[in-house]
C-alpha cells in the first residue's frame, strides 16, 4: 500500500538542464498517447470497409453511434436532425476515450496507469467540456448577448447588479470545470485505492478479481457516461437562453 499515489514525474528535459515547472508525468502522457492509438487503430479497422451488409465490427461502430445519436436528439431537441448532429462527434469521442482512459489497466501490460487517475488530464478534460459550452453559448447569443447574460436578469433595469450577479456567474462557470473534473478523477483515484486496499488485506485472493470485474469495468463504462452526459448538459443549457 505504500505504493498508492506514486507517479513517475521527471522534472527536466531529457538530456537537459532545463527545468520542467511542477514536473511532467512521463506514463501519464504516453498512456494517453496510447489510449489515442487504440482508439484510432480500432476505428480505422472497423470502417475500412465500408458494405451496404455490415461486419460485426462496422454494426458494432454503428449501433454505437445509433445510440448517441438518439441520446444527443432527445437531449437537445433542435430544429433538426442535421444541428443536433453536431454535437455528436464530442460526446461520442469524449466517452471512448475517457471509458478506453479508466479501464487500460485490464492490459496485461506493465507500466498502465488510468490516464484519468492524473489530475491534469482529467482538468484537460473538464477545460475541452466547459470551453466548448462557453463557446456555444457566445456562439447562440452573440458576445454582447453573453456579456449581458452574464451582468444578470437585472442588468436592464438596474445596471449596477451587475456587480453582484457578474461574480456569481463566473464562479458558477469555474465550478463547473471543477466539479467534473474532479469527479472523474476522485472516483478513478478511489477505485484504485479501494481495490489496493481491500487486495493487500485479503492478500490477493478472490476479492481482486471481483473488485476489477466491478470497479474497472463497470464503474469506467458508468464515469465515461456521466462525465459525456454532463458535456450534453453544459451544451444544452448554452445554446438555449
Known amino acids: 500500500m505504500e505504493g498508492i499515489g506514486e507517479r513517475l ?8 538542464d532545463l527545468s520542467i515547472s511542477g514536473g511532467l508525468n512521463i506514463l501519464t502522457v504516453l ?21 451496404e451488409v455490415p461486419g460485426r465490427a462496422q454494426s458494432l461502430v454503428e449501433l454505437y453511434l445509433g445510440a448517441f445519436d438518439s441520446l444527443v436528439s432527445s437531449t437537445l431537441e433542435l430544429e433538426t436532425q442535421e444541428k443536433n448532429r453536431h454535437y455528436l462527434p464530442l460526446i461520442a469521442t469524449l466517452f471512448l476515450f475517457i471509458c478506453l482512459s479508466n479501464a487500460i489497466v485490464l492490459l496485461p501490460v506493465p507500466h498502465i496507469e488510468e490516464p484519468t487517475a492524473d489530475l491534469n488530464v482529467t ?53 463547473r470545470l471543477v466539479s467534473i473534473s474532479f469527479r472523474l ?19 490477493y485472493v478472490g476479492v481482486p478479481l471481483v473488485l476489477y470485474a466491478f470497479l474497472l469495468v463497470f464503474e469506467a463504462v458508468v464515469q465515461a457516461f456521466v462525465f459525456s452526459i454532463l458535456t450534453l448538459m453544459y451544451i444544452n443549457s448554452a445554446i438555449k437562453h
Open 9 to 16: 514525474i521527471i522534472h527536466y528535459v531529457p538530456f537537459t
Open 31 to 51: 498512456n494517453t498517447l496510447f489510449v489515442m492509438a487504440l482508439l484510432l487503430a480500432f476505428l480505422w479497422w472497423a470502417v475500412r470497409r465500408f458494405a
Open 123 to 175: 482538468l484537460g478534460l473538464g477545460c475541452i467540456s466547459v470551453g466548448y459550452s462557453l463557446y456555444c453559448a457566445v456562439k447562440a447569443r452573440g458576445p454582447l448577448g453573453y456579456l449581458e447574460e452574464l451582468c444578470g436578469p437585472l442588468w436592464h433595469d438596474f445596471k449596477l447588479s451587475a456587480i453582484f450577479f457578474m461574480p456569481l456567474k463566473i464562479i458558477e462557470e469555474a465550478a
Open 185 to 203: 478523477f476522485g472516483n478513478i483515484v478511489g477505485a484504485s485505492t479501494i481495490i489496493v486496499v481491500a487486495s493487500t488485506l485479503t492478500y
